[in-house]
């Protein structure tokens, strides 16, 4: 068996090497450190975001401006719609999954099932009186959200929109 030669490593090579090792131990953030474009776990969600926002037909980023008519008889321009997308994805970003629904004894939870129900959350905020997001419908159904787990959910958005 041939002898390995010691390759002795001149000062360029210390030093670059050093630096790789530095900017590997760098390259991990803590959890809190991470910004949205970092963490690969925010970005999977806003994906996800994006398929149920589709599915619901949820309107886009900015309200459009219409002129509508006061009581007075004044026309004056007014934001109507939009937004939904928006808001749910401030929700997203700033609430804690694990703190809105755990998982438990047959309870599974899911980041799809939970973004589902803020996004009927946020819809419902529009109109309170909507008849037209079922639980039976096949989407809802597939990923999970039943009339419990969205009451369960929306009382803690509630609960973190209050304080």
């Known amino acids: 068996m041939n002898k390995r030669k010691h390759v002795f490593l001149d000062e360029k090579s210390k030093i670059e090497l050093l630096e790789r090792k530095i900017k590997k131990y760098e390259k991990y953030k803590s959890y809190h450190e991470k910004t ?72 599974k939870t899911d980041p799809l099932m939970i973004i589902t129900a803020i996004c009927m959350y946020v819809m419902r905020q529009d109109n309170p009186r909507r008849g037209d997001i079922r639980y039976s419908n096949d989407f809802i159904n597939s990923v999970g959200v039943t009339k419990d787990v969205y009451k369960h959910i929306s009382q803690k958005l509630d609960e973190f929109h209050n304080s």
Request: glycine share 10%.
């Open 36 to 107: 949205a474009d970092e963490d690969f776990r925010l970005q999977e969600k806003l994906a996800m975001l994006s398929v149920v926002a589709s599915n619901f037909m949820m309107t886009g980023h900015s309200p459009t401006m219409v002129l509508t008519k006061r009581e007075e008889g004044d026309e004056v321009m007014c934001p109507v719609g939009g937004g939904q997308k928006d808001r749910a994805r401030e929700i997203i970003l700033k609430t804690d999954f694990r703190k809105l629904y755990r998982g438990g004894k047959n309870r």
